[in-house]
């Protein structure tokens, strides 16, 4: 028996699903679902590949490409994703679905391969020291949980409280969408097409849920998160501007899907990716949360350096400050023909 690997299709999808299920290093970005999203939801092909020997699956790689006339193209793993990469039984695996994407990207002529590791390969991959993820366990007593975030960040919760701030679960994605567009243009960043949001809450069903906030004036904020094997991940939300004005609205939303979490025996709490020195690193880090650094790995192709396509980047601020005053009806036009390229 030798060690092949070759692309996924869909009679693959029990196996795959199952392999992730147990492997330790999974995480939710790994689903085989996510290769219907790219799909369904920005046109991008996903190019999912398997390792195998004798029959037996011993490893997997979700990848996907991006056509961009802005940034040109890509491999990732995966896009639109903050973790993705490899996940296999052994190095010996793992190098096999390495070598095979390299030879994909090679033919398809991408400018890079980028995996979205959440650990160190031990494969000597360049990395971008940029991105930071926060994850903790909780405890099963809210009185603990709340006691571990720092006093400054607790009394805004306390305020957030007192403001008549309450939550509330929805399948309504637009109740969300009039809120999380608002945010990402203030921003400014173009925002993905409301039917990105749809596709994923109707792809990933129960691990996929929304939870608002408002006040008596209406919606103020609200979150989309995905839950996998005991973790909840709040992955896209943001608050409207008029939130600016009701001190802790932002605490109170992450708190209380902290505090229903808990109720339902989700103890294990990840706060996302965030750009070190950013606004978002230190809320996060100030809640009580470690900053854990994320090694994306990269094989240019095309290119001669690791790129670096984020808003942060001083190249893009004047498009940011633009972006940032288009009114909202406008923005909400044509962001999403942007946005799919901004994977």
């Known amino acids: 028996m030798t060690l092949s690997v070759r692309a996924a299709g869909a009679a693959d999808e029990a196996l795959w699903d199952a392999y992730v299920g147990r492997h330790e290093h999974a995480t939710f970005f790994h689903r085989f679902g996510w290769s219907r999203v790219l799909r369904q939801a920005f046109g991008h092909q996903p ?14 790689l979700p990848l996907a490409e991006v056509r ?3 940034f040109g193209r890509s491999l990732t793993s995966l896009p639109f994703c903050v973790y993705g990469g490899d996940l296999a039984d052994d ?17 398809m002529k991408v400018g890079a391969l980028e995996l979205r590791s959440t650990r160190d390969s031990g494969f000597g991959w360049p990395t971008k020291d940029l991105y930071y993820t926060f994850r903790k366990q909780l405890e099963s007593d809210h ?9 400054r960040q607790r009394a805004m919760i306390r305020k957030g409280i007192a403001e008549g701030l309450r939550s509330e679960e929805t399948a309504d994605i637009k109740r969300l969408y009039r809120v999380y567009s608002e945010s990402v243009r203030n921003l400014g960043t173009p925002v ?6 749809e596709i994923l809450q109707r792809e990933f069903a129960g691990d996929c849920r929304l939870l608002m906030i408002a006040d008596d004036d209406g919606d103020v ?16 939300g943001g608050s409207v501007a008029r939130a600016r004005d009701i001190k802790g609205c932002n605490h109170f939303m992450y708190w209380e899907l902290m505090r229903r979490s808990v109720e339902e025996g989700v103890l294990g709490f990840d706060f996302g990716r965030s750009k070190r020195d950013t606004g978002p690193f230190s809320f996060k880090k100030n809640f009580g949360f470690e900053p854990s650094s994320l090694p994306y790995e990269y094989h240019l192709v095309t290119r001669d350096s690791v790129p670096n396509l984020s808003p942060s980047n001083p190249r893009y601020a004047r498009l940011i400050d633009t972006w940032r005053r288009i009114p909202l009806p406008v923005a909400n036009t044509i962001g999403p023909f942007l946005a799919r390229s901004l994977g």
């Open 47 to 60: 190019h999912f590949l398997v390792a195998e020997e004798g029959g037996r699956l011993r490893g997997v």
């Open 68 to 70: 961009s006339y802005l």
């Open 91 to 107: 190095r010996e695996a793992a190098g096999a679905l390495r070598e095979a994407a390299c030879e994909l990207a090679a033919r």
């Open 143 to 151: 009185d603990a949980n709340l006691k571990a975030i720092p006093n």
């Open 192 to 197: 993905f097409a409301r039917r990105y949001l």
């Open 221 to 236: 904020a609200g979150v989309m998160s995905f839950y996998h094997r005991g973790e909840v991940l709040p992955y896209y």
